[in-house]
């Protein structure tokens, strides 16, 4: 089974945090490489799965993706990649905070919706070692040349050239330090919010944003919208020139973007960063298939009604 990704997790994670039921039976239910796995560990991940009201994910699949997951930490340590509690700790609060919710608060949350925290830490653990391990031991699975990308778009009987948007950008962030209160967090969002009203052109703008205080104002950059996550193309898209985009939290405090203009430009194939995306994510496929597989079958894995 192929793991859902952070943000699908979020989407799902936000469903259900309204729900209830504490997970119960600390019963083993598998064992992996003398490692045990919980009947409480089962019901656990099957909650944060299973997404409000949705029917629940069969038994099978669940253990299976907990087995997995001790196979891939397993394999980690005896390839020395060492994943600190402060990394998952720090992967646990940029989840909460896509949530707009403090780590504390989103803790909380699982708590009340029946969910232990640390199945999701576990989770993330199991995934930042994961990624280190296929970096390690096949980096050329990250390596999409423009070859590939040549050989997709002549697949499709399209050219090895595209058109895209060329933007301007000024990145500003009203800066946020570390423990700062919920209510503070919300006044800064809201200063943000009040520069994005009075935004109407970079030249001016600018100026006005060295008004407020711990405010960083970065220097100009230019980015083609083939060089862009998919969501982001579609939020400059729908921001006109001279205004700024809604503030995103950050590790940093807020961030808005200001568009300074755009215009229509030539892209070379490299750039075609939507069809590098879909070839990555299917040799990640490929490769994490067989490896998972393959160290399956040298692994002790005992199962219990």
Known sequence: MRLASPFALMLLLTALLAAGGPASAQNVVAMVNGEPITGHDLASRTKLFQGGNQKPPPREQVLEELINEKIKIQHGKR?????????????????????????????AALQQSGIDPNTLKQRLRAELTWRQVLQATAPGVFQVRDADVVAILTARGEQPQTTAVQYSLRQIVFVVAKGTPDAAKAARQKEAEGLRARFTSCEEGVQIAREYREVVIKDPVRRLSTDLAVSLQKLLAETPDGRLTPPEPTNAGFEVVAVCERKQVIADVSGRREFKEQILAQRLQAYEKKLIEDLKRKAIIKLYP
Do not use: G, Y
């Not at 609060?93 to 403090?102: C, K, L, P």
């Open 79 to 107: 390839n020395d990649v060492k994943i600190t509690d402060v990394d998952v700790e720090r992967a646990f609060a940029t989840m909460a905070q896509r949530s707009n919710r403090s780590a504390a608060v989103f803790t």
